[in-house]
């Protein structure tokens, strides 16, 4: 399963916020970062339980009872971008009238530029009819690319910028075209370094497949082989290793979770690491398994096998959310049967239950937050 949820600006706009024809002034930013606590930052991808307006409201100050950061995760608008990164754009508003909320409920903010479709990796998202069948070649995909990423830099300035979700999963796909992301990975990246050496600049990888525990995307390699050449291809130019992890994709329950499961990733670098999302069911839904001890487990797997390691930490949802509301705002958003579907897989991950009621994962993730 890849990256869910990419829908949220979307959400948030039907639920009147964020489309607003002007950004919010922005509050200030905290005094003393979570960033520089020396502690893992804990947080959420801001995905309410219902697309309206008093959902998104709900959900923000309950992320900022349960954690410190939020993951805000746009789409590329490649018509705003492929001339220039300066011009006026809906999804910058958007961005910004994300982050008034998040500021006003004490939260930062961890960003992911992300070219892709968020519930299949294995093509791009929102391409405009005359660059159907681009590549990560075609010279209008890198300029918008590189102007959005530099745009976004300007406009918020985060302290972890990501340029691209789980991206391996797109380079089991087309192999052919991964050299293209790499090149245009560095690029970014040297221009990032040379307004803001401080950020923190990485891409996220997709840990069950890359451990090839999806038989149809191993190619014959063996389970727990991992594909060590898909990340190491970006050094030097990984400023800390992220995954994501959604085991109960692979896993018939969190006690399958072998005990050294995260443990490849001590060893093989000594940079800080970082989880961009995941999460593990609490009620089995179409092929998949999962209950509430579930979710504990997963989260102990986690916290013990890697925890001190961890920069931040992202839960894909504090709170389930409802299909059929989701459903209705994607067909609207022109999405996919398929997508819809997918999305519905994911949809008791939660660790409260729609209507804010606690799962037992809750206290287990509170107490890592603030022992």
């Known amino acids: 399963m890849k990256a869910i949820l990419p829908i949220v600006l979307g959400v948030l706009g039907a639920a009147g916020l964020a489309c607003a024809s002007a950004p919010a002034t922005l509050p200030p930013p905290p005094a003393d970062s979570v960033f520089d606590a020396g502690r893992t930052a804990y947080g959420f991808f801001p995905s309410p339980p219902q697309p309206t307006y008093e959902s998104v409201l709900e959900t923000f100050q309950a992320m900022g009872e349960h954690g410190d950061i939020v993951l805000v995760q746009p789409n590329i608008p490649w018509d705003d971008f492929i001339d220039g990164s300066e011009g006026e754009s809906q999804t910058i508003t958007d961005i910004r009238n994300q982050l008034v909320l998040a500021r006003q409920h004490g939260l930062e903010v961890v960003l992911v530029v992300d070219p892709l479709n968020g519930l299949n990796r294995r093509e791009f998202f929102g391409l405009p009819d005359e660059l159907a069948g681009a590549t990560f070649a075609t010279p209008e995909v890198r300029r918008a690319f590189r102007n959005f990423t530099l745009r976004v830099l300007h406009e918020i300035g985060p302290r972890y910028l990501g340029l691209a979700s789980e991206i391996n999963t797109y380079a089991d796909a087309h192999p052919e075209d991964f050299a293209h992301f790499l090149s245009l990975y560095r690029e970014t990246y040297a221009a990032i370094k040379a307004e803001a050496p401080e950020t923190q600049v990485f891409v996220t990888f997709q840990w069950e497949d890359l451990n090839n525990l999806f038989p149809g995307a191993a190619e014959g390699r063996p389970a727990y082989s991992v594909n060590w050449d898909q990340v190491e291809a970006f050094e030097p130019g990984l400023d800390l290793w992220v995954i994501s992890s959604y085991p109960f994709a692979a896993f018939s329950s969190a006690d399958e979770i072998p005990d050294d499961y995260y443990l490849p990733l001590l060893d093989r670098t000594d940079k800080p690491l970082a989880v961009g999302e995941g999460g593990f069911t609490s009620r089995p839904i179409g ?32 709170s389930d959310f409802d299909p059929d509301g989701y459903a209705a705002a994607m067909r609207d958003q022109g999405r996919s049967q398929v997508d819809i579907d997918t999305l519905g897989m994911f949809s008791a991950v939660g660790l409260r239950e729609s209507d804010g009621t606690p799962k037992a994962a809750l206290a287990v993730w509170d107490g890592f937050r603030k022992p």
């Open 287 to 318: 092929p998949f398994r999962g209950n509430p001890e579930d979710q504990v487990g997963y989260l102990a797997a986690m916290h013990d096998q890697i925890g001190e390691r961890l920069s931040f930490w992202i839960y894909l949802l504090l």
